[in-house]
């Protein structure tokens, strides 16, 4: 346990064990005010008749804990002596203890800061609630002669800004403006003045230049814990200025009526470790500004585009685990969202990430799986007994890493109505249909098991599904085929996607799902140069029905930069975003 109090204006703080009688703990305290106060003289110990312990220049240091008026006992574990309310006196001064009070043990600003985006701090809380704590934004206060500096920067920016919402692809000239304040700054600031309360802080042009502070008070309902600063290390840099996924927020600037459905979110992120390879930049997106594919200014445009849509679930893939828990999810948990992560297995540094809103969803259970690995399951026998009949099908089966990750919730308004939200991301080659069939056959498979985890004689209501993800494949291919139509001929064509090496004779696939594109199939959900197409969706059940699915960019938009990612956009994929409502059961039956 920790003990920890302010003492003549030092912070003691003792790790002291459990079992450990109260004597003990405070006769360590007793030492440790006198080592502070310099009058303890290689550990001679001096003693008043009373036992007391003295300093060297006869100061009677006394120290005691007392509950009720009542001294307690030296011989008493800590476990048992320091109580609420109990009273730890050192001298003539009092100190009320307050066990396991909230506290803040991590509190960190962004390394990078841009005006147009908002600031989330990343905080780690002990014995306290983030819904409960309160938080205050301060910014610099800057001499005249810096803030005059400061309204020509401005002024600069503010035009880099504009020329990045134009029709002007060439971004050097930008990526050199934008970049030109110190974002690395040791400069501590001494003057404060505060601009806003609230968990997160939206920068505008004024604030570039300045450094920001962040102060935490932790709280528990009514209790309240000490409270904490934070500076950031950068200076606020310019923003791009309005992205087109703003234009998105404007369909999504309410949240769904809990009583109607959910709105959903899937997005391939685009992972860090794909983004900023010497082949990146230089043959997948050579058209994109090098800062721009950068994690510290991509991170900034992803959540600035994720908080806008106001979604109940996210299923995001390409997630990087640090991007994770350095970034998102602090900060969407600010917002009111949990969330899980799945990692796949292997050197790969990149998952499947889902989120759920709070107050709308209770997550019961997570049934993620392998996909390579899981084919070798007992479900799955039938089908490994036919790709079994090709080594080389099977080997490439069983080394190409995909995750499906499966959440199951309930609703807190209405318990007994489950969703089951799986989440995933097929093998990407373009001549691997066939893999990314096999793959899909796997994920069917599972999410039949699922199903019948949750729906018997005893609860015979249905499981509500939504499958979401980037399933590298557009409608003409067998994947959308088998999804939505339920089956899959040994003959299609997509079997020989990979020539006669990788073809295994009489392999057809069925289902039972009734499942269809929420999202319906637009034109494009990746765009990249040389390659523009459909190949993410979320699929839902005939219990789910698709209330609104939120407008596509324009291909103006889309290709202002060339293509994606760029300056506006953060990925080279675009969100799905629709609202989905609940069917009711004897209508879904009927269709």
């Known amino acids: 346990m920790e003990i920890s109090f302010l003492h003549r204006d030092r912070r003691t703080n003792l790790l002291r064990g459990q079992n450990e009688s109260l004597g003990k703990s405070l006769s360590r305290i007793v030492n440790n005010i006198k080592k502070a106060s310099g009058k303890k003289k290689k550990n001679k110990k001096m003693k008043t008749d009373n036992g007391q312990s003295v300093s060297p220049d006869g100061e009677e240091i006394s120290v005691s804990l007392f509950l009720n008026n009542d001294k307690i006992a030296d011989e008493i574990a800590n476990k048992d002596a320091w109580q609420d309310g109990a009273v730890l006196q050192i001298g003539e001064d009092k100190y009320s203890i307050e066990r396991n009070p909230p506290t803040i043990k991590q509190l960190i ?11 989330y701090p990343r905080v780690g809380l002990e014995f306290g609630q983030l819904d409960d704590s309160e938080f205050t934004w301060y910014k610099e206060v800057k001499s005249d002669e810096d803030s005059k500096k400061m309204e020509t920067d401005v002024c600069d920016d503010d035009a880099v800004a504009m020329e990045t919402a134009s029709n002007k692809s060439d971004t050097s000239s930008v990526s050199r403006k934008i970049l030109k304040i110190d974002l690395t700054s040791t400069r501590i600031p001494e003057d404060w003045v505060e601009v806003i309360k609230g968990k997160m802080f939206l920068p505008s042009n004024v604030d570039i230049g300045h450094k920001i502070k962040v102060m935490c008070v932790p709280k528990d309902g009514q209790r309240q814990g000490t409270p904490k600063d934070v500076i950031s290390e950068c200076e606020i840099s310019a923003g791009p200025g309005v992205c087109p996924f703003e234009n998105r927020h404007l369909y999504t600037q309410k949240r769904v009526d809990g ?36 994690i510290d200014y991509r991170q900034q445009l992803i959540l600035k585009e994720l908080t806008g849509y106001n979604a109940d679930i996210l299923c995001l893939q390409e997630m990087g685990k640090t991007l994770y828990n350095t970034v998102l999810y602090p900060a969407l948990q600010l917002e009111g969202m949990e969330g899980v992560y ?67 919730l309930e609703t807190v308004s209405e318990p007994k109505k489950k969703l089951c939200v799986a989440n995933t991301h097929l093998y990407f080659h373009p001549r691997a249909a066939n893999i990314r069939l096999i793959q899909t056959a796997v994920i069917m498979k599972h999410l039949q098991y699922v199903r019948s985890l949750y729906v018997s004689q005893e609860s015979p209501d249905d499981l509500a599904i939504a499958l979401c993800g980037d399933f590298n494949s557009d409608p003409k291919y067998g994947v959308y085929r088998y999804i939505t139509k339920k089956s899959i001929p040994a003959n299609y064509a997509d079997w020989h996607s990979a020539g006669k090496d990788e073809h295994a004779e009489g392999l057809a696939l069925e289902h039972d799902f009734k499942l269809t594109s929420a999202c319906g199939t637009p034109d494009y959900t990746n765009f990249v140069a040389g390659f523009q197409a459909a190949i993410d969706y979320i699929f839902i059940n005939e219990h789910l029905d698709t209330m609104q699915a939120i407008p596509m960019p324009t291909y103006e938009e889309l290709s202002l930069h060339t293509a994606l990612p760029s300056v506006v956009f953060p990925s080279d994929h675009i969100a799905l975003i629709c609202d989905i409502g609940w069917k009711d059961r004897d209508m879904a039956v009927q269709s």
């Open 109 to 119: 600003l962004p390394d990078s800061i841009m005006s147009g985006f908002p600031v």
């Open 259 to 294: 009583n109607d459905g959910f709105r959903v979110v899937s997005y391939n992120i685009l992972a860090d470790t794909y983004a900023t390879t010497e082949a990146a930049q230089n043959i997948l997106y050579p058209y994109c500004a090098p800062y721009a594919l950068s």
């Open 342 to 408: 799945t990692g796949k297995v292997g050197s790969i540094r990149e998952g499947e990430a889902l989120f759920y809103r709070k107050d709308r969803f209770k997550l019961i259970a997570t049934h993620d799986i392998e996909i390579n690995a899981a084919i070798k399951g007992s479900m799955n026998a039938d089908l490994f007994e036919k790709v079994s009949q090709n080594k080389v099908l099977l080997d490439k089966v069983l080394t190409r890493s995909a995750i499906l990750q499966v959440a199951i």
